[in-house]
């Protein structure tokens, strides 16, 4: 089954499911695999070292798959700020057609995307920043909900108010992410407005997501309530799967005179890329969300959004044209 949205229109795809940026899982094999799967898949620009190396990995990508695939580019404050427009450029000159932008002040990067004719998808966690970027001229939001993996924002509103009061709010399309791993989700997804959704979690936990077997497993093992919410009192909240670093983070986070210092040694991404590639999973943050506890199996990028679409059909013309049909209206 298809379902065609504004969402599947303007991306050219033919089912409304796209996997998010995710910093050193989104590589070549899964973008391309989710792409192939009829999804879009999204290489993650500071994955890579340098510019350079991301034309590489475009390139590789391209490889692998003739269906439309993105690249995210995450702008974070920062002392040292990667080089943004060499990467810009480099997702430019590869001729990229989908970006999805993530972070802080995007305009200057909305910009030169829009001017190169590229579809830009913006993801963000609060209304008023999904109507800013629509003023910026985006393409389509990505709204993330308290529950995602990542970086919620500060204003804790889960996806279930934050979906419609977006989608009540902005004109362009909407797609909903954070929390997202199965066909209900979807159908929700839809129900509250958006045209489609985007999954983080839920790929890491897949055949051809680029992690050690011990982490997908730990995703499996691990419920909704296996997350922890770290950076809070630095106004930078992210939503981290609970393990014994994250723990310790929170812990010296509560004390009443911590500083970033403290738990600086704690949360580099070189640890938590140790822990993704070695499979040691108290070597550093593992970034993951509340959708642990929906995760029960690791299967290919294909089965997995084949499920959901197969889900989906069923509960829109059996569960929920059920509820309308009057031998159940009359039963009720
Ligand atoms: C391991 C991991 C790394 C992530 N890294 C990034 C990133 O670098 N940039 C970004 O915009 N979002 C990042 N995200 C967030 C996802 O793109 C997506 O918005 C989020 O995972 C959605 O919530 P879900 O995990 O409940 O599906 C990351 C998520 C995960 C799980």
Not at 79 to 90: E, G, K, L
Not at 220 to 230: G, H, S
Request: charged share 25%; net charge negative.
């Amino acid at each position: 089954m298809a379902l065609r949205t504004r969402a599947t229109d303007l991306l050219g795809i033919e089912h409304p499911i796209v996997q998010g940026g995710m910093m050193w899982v989104g590589r070549a094999e899964l973008a391309a695999a989710v792409s192939n799967a009829g999804g879009l898949g999204i290489l993650t620009a500071l994955t890579q070292p340098t510019p350079d190396d991301l034309r590489r990995e475009i390139d590789r990508c391209r490889a692998m798959t003739d269906k439309p695939f993105g690249v995210n580019l995450t702008i974070l404050p920062s002392v040292t700020p990667p080089p943004y427009v060499d990467y810009r450029r480099a997702i430019i000159d590869s001729g990229v057609t989908i970006v999805e932008t993530a972070g802080h002040k995007p305009q200057e990067h909305v910009d030169e995307f829009k001017a190169h004719g590229i579809t830009v998808v913006h993801k963000c966690t609060a209304v008023r920043h999904a109507l800013s970027a629509e003023r910026m001229g985006v393409d389509m939001i990505s709204i993330d909900g308290f529950e995602c993996a990542g970086h919620p924002g500060e204003d804790d509103i889960p996806g279930l108010i934050l979906i419609p009061a977006t989608a009540d709010k902005v004109k362009i399309p909407i797609i909903a992410s954070g929390g997202f791993g199965d066909g209900r989700g979807l159908v929700a997804a839809l129900a509250l407005g958006a045209e489609g959704i985007n999954m983080g979690t839920r790929f890491c936990a897949t055949q051809e997501a680029p992690i050690h077997d011990r982490v997908k497993r730990f995703l499996v093992e691990n419920d909704e309530r296996a997350t922890n919410l770290i950076f809070r009192r630095f106004h930078n909240t992210g939503r981290v799967a609970r393990n014994s670093v994250s723990d310790r983070v929170v812990e010296l986070s509560a004390k009443a005179d911590a500083v970033f210092e403290d738990i600086r040694p704690l949360v580099g991404g070189a640890l938590g890329r140790r822990a993704l590639e070695t499979g040691d999973l108290d070597a550093g943050l593992v970034w993951a969300g509340q959708v642990q506890g929906l995760i029960r199996d690791i299967p290919t990028c294909r089965a997995l959004i084949d499920r959901i679409m197969d889900e989906a059909q069923a509960i829109i013309s059996a569960r929920l044209a059920g509820f309308l049909s009057p031998e159940r209206a009359q039963a009720a």
